[in-house]
């Protein structure tokens, strides 16, 4: 294509169609000067905004990845530790049962290879793939981005209610996703009201409460819809110390992480046929091997899985499967 130039790569419309085949339920973009104006309102700390988004942000891509059950064998490191009748187990929520931010990673990386792939074919020549950065879990305030995208709204419940792409065989709507973001660096022709297209039509929660009802700690105020994190099991199942007498009872069994508002959800759909390749862990591992293991040791076999964060911490993870006993 001789003589072809930038803008006539329809970058957007390829782009989505290959987010769309590398399988995200939903996703939605933003303008560089509108991600900006959302990392000030969130007062996000401007260190990071400069290493996560670099000096050639052109926009974003808010994306949801939707999650499935994680029915899968624990990992061999926790093998020898299974299988003894009475035997003691923790629980891990849906969202961490397999790693699905490096899933989510993988899978932008599938999608802009293509993408840089058809702009060359077509003679245009995108930034490399390396340079398009992918971001899951990291310290940008990835919901309020991507509802200002358009990528969902907000539940009661606290978390982003994501809307799927129009055409998909899926629910219409669902809280059962991890987010990413997908920072361009080449501006992606985003006209202000394609950013707002699909808000209007969003039925939000409505009248209902039932994840208010559900949570057994009251980290979900029905005054003013507010989230009390200092109630949250999720929150504590992460921290350095022990969460406070009646959050630790209604803790029970979770090692990490705490489903009880997402299940009383009526957006809250898994995908059956979801699979995520990295960091395995399934749905229960046994509490004999952190019981057996030094924090080190649990932090290195637990590095490439969605428990590897050296923020979430090892020792508590160890202090609380001691504390089930035997
Ligand atoms: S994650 Fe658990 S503790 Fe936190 S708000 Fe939901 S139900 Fe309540
Ligand atoms: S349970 Fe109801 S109120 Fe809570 S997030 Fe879901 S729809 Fe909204």
Redesign the pocket.
């Known amino acids: 294509m001789p003589g072809a130039g930038r803008l006539d790569f329809p970058i957007r419309e390829v782009l989505s169609q290959e987010l769309s085949g590398a399988g995200f339920f939903g996703f939605a973009f933003l303008s560089s000067a509108k991600v900006c104006g959302i990392l000030k309102e969130n007062e996000a700390d401007a260190t990071p905004w400069a290493s996560y988004l670099g000096e050639g942000c052109g926009g974003i891509a808010a994306v949801a990845l939707q999650y499935g059950e994680g029915i899968y064998s624990p990992p061999n490191w926790a093998q020898p530790y299974l299988g003894y009748q009475g035997a003691k187990e923790v629980h891990l929520a849906r969202f961490c049962r397999a790693d699905w931010y490096a899933e989510l990673k993988d899978r932008l990386g599938v999608a802009v290879k293509a993408t840089v792939a058809r702009a060359a074919t077509a003679g245009i020549q995108l930034p490399a793939p390396r340079k398009w950065k992918r971001l899951a879990n990291s310290r940008l305030p990835e919901r309020p981005l991507a509802i200002a995208a358009g990528l969902g709204f907000q539940g009661k419940?606290?978390l982003l209610i994501a809307a799927a792409k129009n055409g998909s065989a899926k629910p219409g709507f669902s809280s059962a996703v991890v987010l990413g973001l997908l920072v361009c660096p080449e501006e992606i022709e985003l006209e202000p009201e394609t950013a707002q297209e699909c808000n209007p039509n969003f039925p939000g929660c409505g009248t209902c409460g039932r994840?208010i009802s559900?949570?057994?700690?009251g980290?979900?105020s029905p005054l003013g819809n507010k989230?009390l994190r200092e109630?949250?099991?999720?929150?504590w199942t992460s921290q350095d110390e022990s969460p406070p007498g009646d959050i630790g009872k209604?803790r029970e069994s979770r090692l990490y992480?705490?489903?009880?508002?997402?299940e009383a959800c009526p957006y809250f759909f898994t995908d059956a046929l979801a699979q995520a390749k990295p960091g395995r862990l399934g749905q229960r591992l046994p509490a004999a091997y952190f019981r057996a293991s030094e924090p080190d040791r649990i932090q290195a076999d637990l590095k490439k899985t969605a428990l590897g964060p050296r923020w979430i911490s090892k020792k508590s993870l160890k202090r609380f499967a001691e504390g089930l006993g035997t």
């Open positions: 419940n606290n994840c559900a949570c057994p700690t980290a979900l989230f109630r949250c099991i999720q929150h209604a992480g705490c489903d009880i508002c997402l």
